[in-house]
């Protein structure tokens, strides 16, 4: 799967998730601060959703560190290697 | 390090009609506090040499929680520990692989005592408080 791809289905699952006044669209540099919605709870949902769709699992270190999208598409594609 | 059960927190819509049915349990409501930081209105209820409830009731604008809400319903959704030293407990759960929601703040609720919460997917969601 490749970054494109893997953003597409991000913005899926974001916007089901976060349901945010405005449609989210994701690129590599957005973050929480960008998103009003994406707080430290909806982060915790954000990622059981994502693990789910994509049949992966992280780890706390690797949920903790994520500084933007990028970063978590980072780790995904380590992961769907 | 880690001291006792201090409350179980519950998720609820309406603060009084579940304080109400606790009541009947014997249990005592304090004053209703709103947590701005946290974006909750929080009552505890008290009852003599038992844990403590704390009812939960999100603003209206914090759709996470209401989220939580809306998938769980009136639940009990976390427990609180107390501990010595909350930034012991934050290092060491997180190196146990526990993922923190964020870093130990002050807490309305608590007079000021720091709390954090952590979750992981085989217990859900954890809070400790500062005994000072």
């Known amino acids: ?15 089901d998730v976060l349901d945010p006044e405005k449609e989210v669209h994701l690129n590599e540099r ?18 059981v ?25 980072d780790t995904m594609l380590e992961k769907l290697k | 390090m880690l001291g006792h059960l201090d409350h179980i927190g519950y998720i609820v819509e309406d603060i009084d009609a579940t304080a109400y049915k606790f009541q009947l349990l014997g249990y005592v409501k304090e004053e209703t506090i709103d947590d701005t930081i946290q974006k ?23 759709k996470s ?13 976390h427990i609180c520990y107390v501990c ?12 146990e692989g526990w993922t923190a929601l964020f ?7 608590f007079e000021g005592r720091k709390i954090c919460y952590f979750w992981c997917e085989e217990i859900g969601f954890i809070e400790f408080v500062n005994k000072k």
């Open chain 1, 49 to 73: 959703a994502i693990e789910k769709a994509f049949k992966i699992k992280f780890t706390s270190r690797e949920i903790m560190k994520w500084r933007n999208v990028g970063e978590m598409v």
């Open chain 1, 30 to 47: 957005s973050c929480a601060d960008d998103i009003e919605e994406w707080d430290s709870l909806s982060h915790i949902q954000l990622v």
């Open chain 2, 103 to 109: 870093k130990p703040v002050s807490a309305i609720a």
């Open chain 1, 1 to 15: 799967m490749e970054r494109k791809e893997i953003l597409e289905k991000l913005d899926v699952i974001f916007n």
């Open chain 2, 65 to 77: 929680m209401k989220r939580l809400q809306k998938k769980v319903g009136v639940a009990p959704y």
């Open chain 2, 40 to 62: 909750c209105h929080i009552c505890f209820l008290r009852r003599e040499n038992d844990i403590s409830i704390e009812l939960v009731k999100p603003f209206d604008d914090n």
């Open chain 2, 84 to 95: 010595n030293d909350i930034d012991v407990i934050y290092r060491k759960m997180t190196d």
